[in-house]
């Protein structure tokens, strides 16, 4: 790297949540934003990495992320940002983030898989209607598995390549293991959703460890649950919401209490009471049998990596498989 590029780090994150989305990233990017030793970048998701390569990174890139932290103090020690899709870039972002901000420490949340791709077709018929909107899960799986075969008789191929990618998405260990290969394990932290719902007090002990960092800031901290996937009445009303809080993103991080007051009215308005379609067990066994393997794979990776971790039980199980 150059000297200037060197220089440009003063201000780079040092902290990225780089993952896996729809596993409480948002929750903990807020929870630590709250925190006096650490300063968030001015919006969540910058993906700033998410189209770069290590050959393809200058001065005036550099410049630019950096802007996404110009606002922060120099006596605060942590500088954070959260992109869940960095996970799924691998080796190719694992080296990119290496080279740009070497001591930089990564924290990654996992989701047990199957109940992750359902919050992920949630999330999209919420978003993507028209996309989306006709499919029930049990169908949305069949196309992610059966591919083009499926889709060709309604010619919608590209729906099938999203779904398929999205399921592809929780075989974490093709993703984790570009980052373990990359960097010391001791600049990588690896969080469970599982444990978020459990305890989320032993959850931010753990982060703040990472972090050296006081952790006595969370004894009388009130956890919120931020980004719940929910089921809204009204479409058309969700994707303007949707689109406005995109655009003022940064400004409403600055008022947190007000923003998530915002959040309330707006759910209280259009928040269906009715969470509708459950797992089917069709569904879910041929989830399970899709990643049986690569949950193996993780368990072996993580056993060699963390040993002292005590891992959720849909890991473990897969060792017996």
Not at 194 to 214: A, C, E, R, S, Y
Not at 296 to 302: F, I
């Amino acid at each position: 790297m150059s000297k200037q590029q060197t220089e440009a780090q003063i201000l780079l994150p040092n902290l990225i949540f780089a993952g896996t989305g729809r596993a409480g990233t948002t929750s903990l990017f807020r929870y630590l934003a709250d925190h006096p030793s650490v300063c968030a970048s001015s919006v969540k998701e910058v993906h700033f990495f998410d189209d770069k390569s290590p050959d393809k990174l200058d001065e005036d890139d550099l410049k630019k992320y950096e802007s996404y932290f110009s606002h922060c103090l120099p006596g605060v020690p942590i500088r954070m940002e959260a992109t869940p899709l960095y996970l799924n870039g691998g080796r190719r972002i694992a080296e990119t983030i290496r080279r740009a901000i070497p001591d930089v420490k990564l924290i990654f949340t996992l989701r047990e898989p199957i109940s992750r791709a359902f919050t992920v077709f949630r999330s999209n018929r919420n978003k993507e209607p028209q996309t989306f909107g006709d499919l029930t899960f049990d169908d949305f799986v069949a196309i992610g598995l059966d591919g083009e075969q499926v889709e060709r008789k309604v010619k919608t191929i590209n729906r099938a390549e999203r779904i398929s990618s999205y399921l592809a998405d929780g075989c974490y260990a093709r993703f984790l293991s570009g980052y373990y290969d990359v960097f010391p394990h001791e600049q990588l932290c690896v969080l469970f959703f599982d444990d978020l719902g459990k305890d989320v007090q032993n959850v931010m002990l753990k982060v703040t460890d990472f972090l050296k960092i006081d952790p006595h800031f969370y004894d009388s901290y009130t956890f919120h649950i931020e980004n719940r996937t929910r089921s809204y009445r009204f479409s058309l009303l969700h994707r303007f919401a949707y689109g406005v809080n995109m655009k003022l993103e940064s400004v409403l991080n600055r008022y947190p209490a007000a923003r998530s007051s915002l959040r309330q009215i707006y759910n209280k308005v259009n928040e269906r009471g009715d969470q509708g379609e459950q797992i089917s067990e069709l569904a879910r066994r041929r989830l399970q049998k899709f990643y049986e393997p690569h949950n193996r794979e993780l368990y072996a990776m993580l056993k060699q990596h963390i040993p002292q971790y005590k891992l959720p039980e849909w890991i473990v199980s897969s060792r017996d498989r």
